[in-house]
């Protein structure tokens, strides 16, 4: 049988022969345990601040070049750019305007327009309900000849440009029956992310608003 008291006495030993070696051993597994457990969170957090700076900086840089492209535009030519735009375009379905286009274009083709039809459609559809492109559909009776009812498509297409002619049926002495859709679409709801750029008309929009202001200057606009 073992004597407790010699293998205690023999621990002791170790423990007095070594101490040095402990307390340093201690020491360096703590200072490891420490740089385990907080550097790498303290390393990921300055990695998180800087990510969230240069996000920072870039949301300024696009606000700072928006606030350049926004003040540099005339706000009367955006104006008269929309009106333009809607007019071409309108964002609902408008029937005052298509008749008064209708009305106009007979006017300057010098024709008479009959009797006609018009698609009216769900009028209680939100803009969420409607597609990104909508038409009205209108069937049209025009008294003249062939070359009357081509001038009277001509100003049309000038007064209410995105019309789209679908049938042209030639008759005798009760005219020609056209259908004609006139085109809609609703405004988007959304909003402009600080992230995104504001950038200026491009080169072709500014030159499709030019061929708008041309059919303006040439034939009254119905809107």
Same mark, same amino acid.
């Given at each position: 049988?073992? @004597?407790?008291?010699?293998?205690?006495?023999?621990?002791?030993?170790?423990?007095?022969?070594?101490?040095?070696?402990?307390?340093?051993?201690?020491?360096?597994?703590?200072?490891?345990?420490?740089?385990?457990?907080?550097?790498?969170?303290?390393?990921?957090?300055?990695?998180?601040? @800087?990510?969230?700076? /240069?996000?920072?900086?870039?949301?300024?840089?696009?606000?700072?070049?928006?606030?350049?492209?926004?003040?540099?535009?005339? *706000?009367?030519?955006? @104006?008269?750019?929309?009106?333009?735009?809607?007019?071409?375009?309108?964002?609902?379905?408008?029937? @005052?305007?298509?008749?008064?286009?209708?009305?106009?274009?007979?006017?300057?083709?010098?024709?008479?327009?009959?009797?006609?039809?018009?698609?009216?459609?769900?009028?209680?559809?939100?803009?969420?309900?409607?597609?990104?492109? *909508?038409?009205?559909?209108?069937?049209?009776?025009? /008294?003249?000849?062939?070359?009357?009812?081509?001038?009277?498509?001509?100003?049309?297409?000038?007064?209410?440009?995105?019309?789209?002619?679908?049938?042209?049926?030639?008759?005798?002495?009760?005219?020609?029956?056209?259908?004609?859709?006139?085109?809609?679409?609703?405004?988007?709801? *959304?909003?402009?992310?600080?992230?995104?750029?504001?950038?200026?008309?491009?080169?072709?929009?500014?030159?499709?608003? /030019?061929?708008?202001?041309?059919?303006?200057?040439?034939?009254?606009?119905?809107?």
């Amino acid at each position: 049988m073992k @004597n407790p008291f010699l293998s205690t006495q023999k621990l002791l030993f170790w423990y007095f022969l070594y101490k040095d070696y402990l307390v340093f051993g201690s020491v360096v597994a703590i200072c490891v345990l420490i740089f385990l457990i907080f550097v790498p969170a303290q390393v990921r957090n300055i990695l998180l601040l @800087n990510e969230q700076a /240069n996000d920072i900086k870039q949301k300024v840089k696009v606000l700072s070049a928006n606030v350049d492209v926004l003040s540099g535009i005339d *706000s009367v030519l955006l @104006n008269n750019q929309l009106t333009l735009a809607h007019g071409a375009l309108p964002s609902e379905k408008y029937f @005052n305007g298509i008749l008064q286009s209708v009305s106009q274009a007979s006017s300057k083709a010098g024709v008479d327009v009959g009797d006609f039809t018009i698609e009216i459609g769900d009028l209680s559809l939100s803009n969420t309900e409607i597609q990104p492109l *909508s038409s009205i559909a209108i069937n049209i009776t025009v /008294n003249g000849d062939i070359e009357g009812v081509k001038r009277f498509l001509k100003e049309l297409s000038h007064i209410f440009p995105l019309s789209e002619v679908i049938s042209v049926q030639t008759g005798g002495l009760g005219g020609s029956r056209i259908e004609v859709l006139f085109y809609f679409k609703p405004y988007p709801l *959304s909003t402009l992310p600080n992230t995104t750029s504001v950038k200026p008309l491009s080169e072709k929009e500014r030159s499709s608003l /030019n061929v708008l202001s041309s059919f303006q200057n040439s034939s009254a606009s119905a809107f």
